[in-house]
């Protein structure tokens, strides 16, 4: 096990550095005369000014200085400065991190609640009615545009019955039941678009197993079907759809901009939106390398725990 | 086939076969009866091409701006008098605040659509076979090193890169709403391909050990002869499937990025446009601004993923389940 998560982790080397590299060219691909137009957005335009923020930017050296302190920066907590409200970036993802995480955390748990029962029960009555129905409402929470549904369910409940979702962002420490309503309908959303593909593979992971000889023996001992569904074949037919689930993490981080900007969630998404509105690029960098970074480590640790659940895979 | 020829001895008879047209009928006939599913996704994507095609007769008469032929009205019409009216015989799906037929911009939307798409689809697919096919063939080094990149760009959600990669190139772009739009199509054409790659690379890796492959190397066929040849012609029912399921995603981050503010700028219809939070304090007083263009898009990547995972068990059941 140790040896495979060694090797997994020499695979990660590359690829992190190549983050960093791309990330860092952002604002390097700037093209001159936009920098300008960025800088006179904050500051009238002298000359002594336009130097004071192409330094600020960390244009004014050579290309392998600047990414140089840029990982360098990443290292030691320092992520620039925000053009637009001269902060420090590294406090205000501080800030805004625990929230996203909590919205995708509560986005994957409604995702897994709703798809894996569903997609069992479609697969133990594969190509009946029920099985169509199922698999049906799961191509359509696949399609349907996120942004669509969270603009409709801020239109239509007001429109019907003068109900809107709450605006007012309140820490879950603070007090937890306010903060489950204010997220509890973005999560809803974002979690019923993800549940649409874990369903799918559910069922057909399901079905592959049902079909296993050791099923029939299960059924052959005269087993409750309640034990040889759950314990025997969901537990198999569970380890793909872990990795699924694990590889949704880019997904999620797309939809939390979405519905972050609709919900007013004040998370790292609506972060990106902000700085991407304002080109406020400093921000739009940090933030792209923080999803990055997030994706890279749930991807590791989605190899390992396959590795874990799934012994061959670490032999291979 | 020629090979039968010789294997059965004695005459051999050519049988008449169908026309082309009638042969594509009866193909598309069985398509609909194996997978109906599959048939609602062509037909609404068929209907989307009709829209886009024959909004007005510009296409028809050669790219000058004239009358609106399926639309009722030129989509850039204003008619302030009857503005925010709910649907009505005159307007089927209502009117925007600047009095803008909502049926007109929602079939007009289409050609944007399918127009960004597509063309950044052929970016992607192109890029996607290219990359795939020479990677998961050469091997090696090479493999590895692009490999690597691929796994840096797919790293970076397919959104916050295109929100990011979009607002770049539009610094490049300048104010030409139709250079801004090419950006916006380079940029989701790059996105889109390197996860397309990946899987191409992994088509290529299954064929590359077959016999076929071998017995060209043995024959003295070049690399480039084996990929063009041998490689390429059977990794496309994979393009076909991805392409297919490519648009639809293209077509929904397209709408995405409208809703946000940072996508298809104006004059050109754009979907996601119509959606965007500007709007949002209309669609609480009027809630059909909302319901249309959320619609379309749903329709559109709804059949093109139903068209897609038909397709793929039609033309390559080994895909199941990707």
């Known amino acids: 096990m140790w040896s495979y998560i060694v090797r997994r982790v020499g695979l990660l080397v590359p690829t992190l550095a190549l983050v960093t590299v791309l990330v860092a060219l952002l604002v390097r691909l700037l093209p001159g005369d936009a920098v300008e137009i960025i800088i006179g957005q ?51 993802l501080a800030r805004r991190l625990p929230v996203t995480f909590e919205l995708g955390l509560l986005a994957l748990l409604i995702s897994i609640v709703v798809a894996v029962p569903v997609g069992v029960i479609a697969a133990i009555r594969q190509d009946r009615w029920l099985d169509y129905l199922m698999r049906g409402t799961a191509i359509v929470f696949i399609a349907v545009p996120a942004f669509w549904l969270g603009t409709l369910v801020v239109v239509l409940p007001n429109v019907w019955w003068g109900w809107a979702p709450p605006i007012h962002y309140e820490s879950f420490f603070d007090d937890p039941l306010s903060n489950l309503y204010f997220m509890i309908i973005p999560a809803a959303i974002l979690g019923l678009g993800l549940s649409g593909s874990v ?46 689930i694990g590889l949704q993490v880019p997904l999620l981080v797309g939809g939390t901009v979405v519905l972050e900007t609709i919900f007013s969630v004040p998370g790292i998404g609506s972060y990106l939106v902000t700085a991407v509105n304002s080109r406020d690029y400093p921000v739009v960098q940090a933030v792209n390398l923080v999803v990055a970074l997030a994706v890279v480590l749930s991807n590791l640790l989605v190899d390992v725990l396959y590795a874990y659940l799934d012994p061959r895979i670490r032999y291979a | 086939m020629s090979d039968t020829a010789i294997a059965v001895p004695g005459r051999v008879e050519v049988l008449p076969g169908p026309g082309p047209w009638l042969g594509a009928l009866k193909g598309l006939w069985r398509f609909a009866r194996r997978k109906p599913l599959g048939a609602a996704g062509l037909v609404i994507i068929v209907a989307m091409v009709v829209c886009a095609v024959f909004a007005d007769n510009q296409l028809v008469t050669l790219f000058r701006r004239d009358d609106p032929l399926l639309a009722p009205y030129y989509y850039d019409d204003q008619d302030i008098a009857n503005r925010l ?8 799906f ?85 250079t801004q739009s090419a950006a916006i199509v380079a940029v ?43 490689i390429l012609p059977n ?43 500007e709007g949002l304090l209309f669609m609480r007083a009027h809630p059909w601004l909302a319901v249309w263009p959320g619609l379309a898009i749903f329709l559109a990547v709804w059949g093109l993923n139903v068209l897609g995972d038909a397709l793929r068990d039609v033309l390559d059941p080994r895909l199941r389940g990707l």
């Open chain 2, 235 to 277: 990794v496309m029912p994979v393009v076909i499937v991805l392409a297919t399921l490519q648009l639809g995603a293209a077509i929904l981050a397209v709408g995405t990025i409208g809703f946000l503010g940072f996508g298809v700028p104006a004059p050109f219809p754009d979907w996601g446009r119509m959606l965007s939070t």
């Open chain 2, 85 to 92: 009216r709910p649907p009505s015989p005159s307007h089927l």
């Open chain 1, 199 to 244: 369903m799918r593979l559910t069922r057909t992971q399901m079905l592959e197993v049902l079909r296993q000889d050791y099923i029939r023996t299960a059924w052959a001992k005269g087993l409750r079907e309640r034990v040889v569904i759950l314990r025997h074949a969901l537990r198999n037919a569970l380890i793909p759809v872990t990795t699924l």
């Open chain 2, 188 to 230: 989701l054409g790059l996105v889109l391909a390197a996860g397309a790659s990946r899987v191409i690379r992994g088509a290529t890796l299954a064929l590359k050990n077959n016999v076929f492959v071998e017995a060209a190397r043995a024959v003295g066929a070049s690399d480039m002869r084996i990929i063009f040849r041998h």
């Open chain 1, 42 to 92: 904050y500051t009238p335009l002298t000359h002594g000014d336009r130097e004071a923020v192409r330094r600020q930017l960390g244009l004014d050296k050579p290309w392998y200085e600047q990414y140089g302190e840029f990982v360098a920066g990443v290292f030691t907590g320092d992520w620039g400065t925000s053009l637009q409200s001269q902060q420090p970036i590294g406090r205000e």
């Open chain 2, 94 to 178: 209502g009117t925007d605040r600047l009095g803008r037929d909502m049926l007109s911009q929602v079939i007009y939307g289409a050609r944007t659509s399918l127009l960004i798409g597509l063309s950044a689809v052929a970016i992607s697919m192109g890029l996607a076979t290219l990359v795939g096919t020479v990677s998961g063939y050469v091997g090696g080094r090479l493999d590895l090193l692009v490999q690597r990149l691929v796994d840096a760009w797919i790293s970076f959600p397919a959104i916050v890169i295109l929100l990011t990669g979009v607002q770049v190139a539009k610094e490049y772009a300048g104010p030409s709403p139709t």
